[in-house]
């Protein structure tokens, strides 16, 4: 099984530039979650999705927008990039959650997004 | 808002002692995660701890979980250089569906 898949792996933007990026699931997950990974700062939540054409905000969500159209797919975009936005970004997917049930996350290899 | 904390964030130990890294968070819950992360990699499982006094081992790492004092331990016992890494813990809201990660506890073992 290939998990979690994000592509791009790396990517430089100029401020202003769009762009998307991908993470697909293989393990059929209801949740998705997309993550940034600043030095210090642990992982912060940026969006999160707990279903197909469902999407919802988390603790760093501006600048960002996703879509959830497959339940397979979660897509995180960046409309107009900026500086503050290099990062690495982590996405993730997990189980649904019933009344206590695991909901341990597996994640992507990570996508180094730098914006100059 | 729940909020997860690790001590210490930095850990410099000699190879063949032992050390224990602990987390703590702010509101209920009875789940409770341990990550590894190497450098420049993705985050790897290492424990799932489900309910009070949940205790997991594998190897030289033991984690354990006190729901009532909100508190989870991760002890790592002689440690060896291949233990060098980045450790998480990450905790489920019972209310919510994201885990909360701490920040993290960077660990260098020395001969």
């Known amino acids: 099984n290939a998990g979690v898949t994000q592509t791009p792996k790396f990517r430089v933007l100029k401020t202003g530039q769009s762009m998307t990026l991908l993470c697909a699931q293989d393990m059929n997950h209801e949740y998705m979650y997309w993550y940034r990974q600043d030095p210090g700062m642990g992982l912060r939540l940026i969006h999160y999705s707990v279903g197909e054409g469902t999407t919802a905000k988390g603790e760093v969500p501006d600048g960002y927008n996703v879509s959830r159209l497959k339940k397979q797919n979660f897509l995180l975009g960046l409309e107009s990039a900026a500086p503050s936005q290099t990062s690495v970004y982590f996405c993730a997917s997990s189980y649904s959650w019933t009344g206590g049930l695991n909901t341990e996350a597996f994640f992507g290899q990570g996508t180094r997004l730098t914006v100059v | 808002e729940l909020k997860v904390e690790q001590n210490p964030l930095f850990l410099s130990m000699q190879e063949g002692k032992n050390y224990t890294i602990y987390c703590n968070y702010s509101?209920?819950?009875?789940?409770l995660y341990w990550y590894r992360q190497d450098p420049g990699k993705s985050l790897e499982s290492l424990f799932v701890?489900?309910?009070?006094?949940a205790v997991k081992q594998e190897g030289r790492l033991m984690a354990s979980l006190d729901t009532k004092a909100r508190l989870s331990t991760l002890h790592i016992t002689a440690a060896v250089h291949d233990l060098s890494a980045t450790y998480f813990c990450a905790v489920g809201p019972n209310s919510g569906y994201a885990l909360n990660f701490g920040k993290g506890t960077s660990l260098l073992v020395t001969p």
């Open positions: 509101t209920t819950s009875d789940r």
């Open positions: 701890l489900l309910s009070n006094g």
